[in-house]
C-alpha cells in the first residue's frame, strides 16, 4: 500500500493568520495519525510564514512518540535568519525519517517545480552527503519527463539521492481539465526511469481525492504521496479523522506499491 504522509502546513497558516496557538499543529497532527495515517510532513520555510521551528521539534517528537515516518521539506540552500536555523540544521537537531529537498525561492506562493539535475545535482551531492549522515533518506523534487530524461534521474541518483518526489500540480490541472491520459504518460515514463536509476518514487502536490486513484493506477511504483492543501480543504467539511480515511480507503484499494 502507497504510503500517505499529511502536511499540515495549511494548520499553522489557519494559526498564524490569527496568532497565538490555535488551531494546534501538534494536535491536528495527532489526529491524523489516529485516524491511520502513515507519517506527517511538514515544509518550514525562511519567512516562517506557516510551519515554524518550534513546530518542527514538537512535530519531531510526536512522530517519535508514535513511531511513524517524519518528512521534512525545505531548500537546502536557502540560508539562516532570525527565527529560521536552516533545513540542515533543523534537520540535524530533529533527524527526521526522511528528507525532501525542493528548489523553492523564498517569493514562491508553493512550491511548482523540480530541480534541474543537470545544473544543481553536484551542489546537492555534499548535502545530500551531511543529511545520511544524520540518518535521514533523501529525495528530490523532480518534474515529470524533465528535459534531459533518464539522464537527469541517473545525476540525482549518482549525487546519492534515494527517492524523487514527482512533482504532481501538472497532472492535477490536467485531470480537472478532463484530459489527463497524456501527462499521466509522462509521470509514468519519469517513475519507471526513476526506478531503474535506483531510486524510490514519491509524489505530491494538488492531489486530492477526486485524482489520487487515477494517479496511482497509472503511474507504477509509487511509495508514498504527501497531501496537504486538497486534504485541509476537505478536512472543513468531511473532518479531519474522515478525511484521511477517505485517503487511505483509496490507497487500500489500489495494488501494493513495489520498491
Known amino acids: 500500500m502507497t504510503a500517505l504522509s499529511v502536511n499540515v502546513n495549511k494548520i499553522a497558516v489557519l494559526r498564524n ?28 520555510r525562511p519567512d516562517a510564514r506557516h510551519i515554524r521551528a518550534d513546530d518542527v521539534y514538537a512535530l519531531a517528537e510526536l512522530t517519535r ?33 526522511q528528507v525532501t529537498l525542493v ?8 512550491s511548482d517545480h523540480g530541480f534541474d539535475f543537470h545544473r544543481d545535482a553536484e551542489a546537492l551531492r555534499p548535502l545530500i552527503a551531511d543529511l545520511k549522515d544524520c540518518g535521514c533518506r533523501v529525495s528530490l523534487f523532480a518534474d515529470a519527463d524533465g ?24 497532472y492535477a490541472e490536467a485531470a480537472v481539465c478532463g484530459n489527463a491520459s497524456a501527462m499521466l ?26 485524482n489520487l486513484a487515477m494517479f496511482l493506477r497509472s503511474v507504477p511504483g509509487v511509495l508514498e504521496v504527501s497531501i496537504g492543501h486538497a486534504l485541509i480543504a476537505e478536512a472543513l467539511y468531511e473532518g479531519l479523522t474522515g ?17
Request: glycine residues 14%.
Open 17 to 44: 493568520s490569527r496568532g497565538g496557538a490555535e488551531p494546534d499543529v501538534v494536535r491536528a497532527a495527532a489526529e491524523c495519525l489516529d485516524a491511520g495515517a502513515h507519517g506527517i510532513t511538514v515544509h518550514p
Open 65 to 97: 512518540t508514535r513511531g511513524v515516518e517524519f518528512n521534512l521539506e525545505g531548500n537546502p540552500f536557502a540560508p539562516a535568519r532570525d527565527g529560521y536555523p536552516g533545513l540542515l540544521a533543523l534537520c540535524a537537531r530533529v533527524r527526521p525519517a
Open 103 to 110: 528548489p523553492d525561492d523564498d517569493g514562491q506562493l508553493t
Open 147 to 170: 528535459e534531459n530524461g533518464a539522464a537527469d534521474l541517473e545525476r540525482a541518483a549518482a549525487a546519492g539521492a534515494d527517492r524523487i518526489e514527482l512533482y504532481t500540480g501538472p
Open 185 to 210: 504518460e509522462r509521470f509514468a515514463r519519469t517513475a519507471r526511469r526513476a526506478r531503474a536509476a535506483g531510486l524510490g518514487v514519491n509524489a505530491g502536490h494538488d492531489l486530492s481525492q477526486a
Open 243 to 259: 478525511t484521511v480515511r477517505g485517503y487511505l480507503g483509496i490507497l487500500g484499494s489500489l495494488p501494493a506499491a513495489k520498491g
